[in-house]
């Protein structure tokens, strides 16, 4: 159960999983979530991903993990899976694929303040600093832009701009995350720690639906070929081969470095939104593309 060496050849098809797959998840979680309550549907997701992750690596001689391992992926899988993930997925109801991609591109941003602010306290540089301001601001333009003119299913423009934000919170979560899963007591193998992460993010899921009344809500007779297609995608995909690339990637490149997976999946989403399901393109999403992107490279940049 070594951890083989990380070669090249294994580093690049990690990222091209993570910026391509992950790319097109935004438009699948849009789709699930169109007859799924959206909790129940990513905790299935991530639940099913990780429990046949970890019982086929239980099969192949993983040791049971421990007390501590549980603990540590517990409170990853609260960051990672229900905080950013199930939060964007409700999200996704009201709010179109492309915006939401744009908005989580923030996550390298992210990066650089809570290893500011953080237990590290490092001391960003100038570039850094300017990435951060720069990526405020193309939040704040994509924020003034959700209006109910973007919005899905009927949302009102309150909604559409509190799903929005929910978005933002998904994306700090998930950042939060990511840094605590680099010195997490999980298991060495990053695979193992990538299952049980999702499998007790993804119980974590049901937990919070099934308190909202989302069972109550659920409706399998309605629910569309598409919703269950996209689930079985990111449940594969997403879940099983993008997460476990990303999860792998923290712990040989510097988080900084993975973030660069934001330059890509904004662009991926953006398109397959527009050329699926029909989403318009705003001046304040073309406009917040570019600042934010913009924004990221600079951060990128900033810290070398």
Same mark, same amino acid.
């Given at each position: =159960?070594? *951890?083989?060496?990380?070669?090249?050849?294994? %580093?690049?098809?990690?990222?091209?999983? &993570?910026?391509?797959?992950?790319?097109?998840?935004?438009?699948?979680?849009?789709? *699930?979530?169109?007859?799924?309550?959206?909790?129940? $549907?990513?905790?299935?997701?991530?639940?099913?991903?990780?429990?046949?992750?970890?019982? @086929?690596?239980?099969?192949?001689?993983?040791?049971?993990?421990?007390?501590?391992? +549980?603990?540590?992926?517990?409170?990853?899988?609260?960051?990672?899976?229900?905080?950013?993930?199930?939060?964007?997925? @409700?999200?996704?109801?009201?709010?179109?694929?492309?915006?939401?991609?744009?908005?989580?591109? $923030? &996550? #390298?941003?992210?990066?650089?303040?809570?290893?500011?602010?953080?237990?590290?306290?490092?001391?960003?540089?100038?570039?850094?600093?300017?990435?951060?301001?720069?990526?405020?601001?193309? &939040?704040?333009?994509?924020?003034?832009?959700?209006?109910?003119?973007?919005?899905?299913?009927?949302?009102?423009?309150?909604?559409?701009?509190?799903?929005?934000?929910?978005? &933002?919170?998904?994306?700090?979560?998930?950042?939060?995350?990511? =840094?605590?899963?680099?010195?997490?007591?999980? #298991?060495?193998? #990053?695979?193992?720690?990538?299952? /049980?992460? $999702?499998?007790?993010?993804? *119980?974590?899921?049901?937990?919070?639906? /099934?308190? /909202?009344?989302?069972?109550?809500?659920?409706?399998?007779?309605?629910?569309?070929?598409?919703? +269950?297609?996209?689930?079985?995608?990111?449940?594969?995909?997403?879940? %099983?081969?993008?997460?476990?690339?990303?999860? @792998?990637?923290?712990?040989?490149?510097?988080?900084?470095?993975?973030?660069?997976?934001?330059?890509?999946? #904004?662009?991926?989403?953006?398109?397959?939104? +527009?050329?699926?399901? !029909?989403?318009?393109?705003?001046?304040? $999403?073309?406009?917040?593309?570019?600042?934010?992107?913009?924004?990221?490279?600079? *951060?990128?940049? !900033?810290?070398?």
């Amino acid at each position: =159960m070594n *951890a083989r060496p990380a070669s090249t050849t294994r %580093i690049i098809l990690a990222f091209l999983a &993570v910026y391509i797959i992950w790319g097109s998840t935004y438009l699948a979680i849009r789709f *699930a979530v169109e007859t799924m309550p959206p909790f129940l $549907m990513a905790g299935t997701r991530f639940g099913s991903a990780g429990l046949a992750v970890y019982g @086929w690596l239980r099969l192949r001689g993983a040791p049971r993990p421990t007390r501590s391992e +549980w603990i540590a992926a517990t409170i990853a899988g609260a960051f990672l899976i229900l905080g950013g993930n199930g939060i964007l997925s @409700w999200s996704e109801q009201y709010v179109p694929s492309g915006l939401a991609a744009l908005l989580v591109a $923030m &996550v #390298p941003i992210w990066l650089v303040a809570i290893a500011r602010f953080g237990p590290e306290k490092e001391k960003p540089g100038g570039l850094e600093l300017l990435g951060l301001s720069l990526g405020l601001t193309g &939040v704040t333009v994509l924020l003034l832009g959700s209006d109910a003119e973007i919005g899905l299913g009927g949302a009102s423009s309150g909604l559409v701009l509190l799903a929005s934000l929910g978005v &933002v919170v998904a994306s700090i979560s998930w950042a939060i995350g990511s =840094m605590y899963t680099r010195r997490a007591r999980l #298991p060495a193998l #990053p695979l193992y720690a990538t299952a /049980l992460t $999702m499998t007790a993010g993804g *119980a974590l899921q049901i937990l919070v639906g /099934l308190g /909202l009344g989302e069972l109550r809500a659920l409706d399998l007779g309605a629910v569309s070929a598409r919703s +269950w297609g996209s689930l079985v995608y990111l449940s594969v995909f997403g879940s %099983i081969v993008a997460f476990s690339a990303y999860a @792998w990637l923290l712990r040989v490149v510097r988080p900084a470095v993975v973030g660069t997976y934001a330059y890509v999946n #904004p662009i991926v989403a953006v398109f397959l939104g +527009w050329q699926l399901a !029909g989403e318009r393109l705003t001046p304040a $999403m073309w406009i917040g593309t570019i600042v934010i992107v913009s924004a990221v490279v600079l *951060a990128q940049r !900033g810290r070398g």
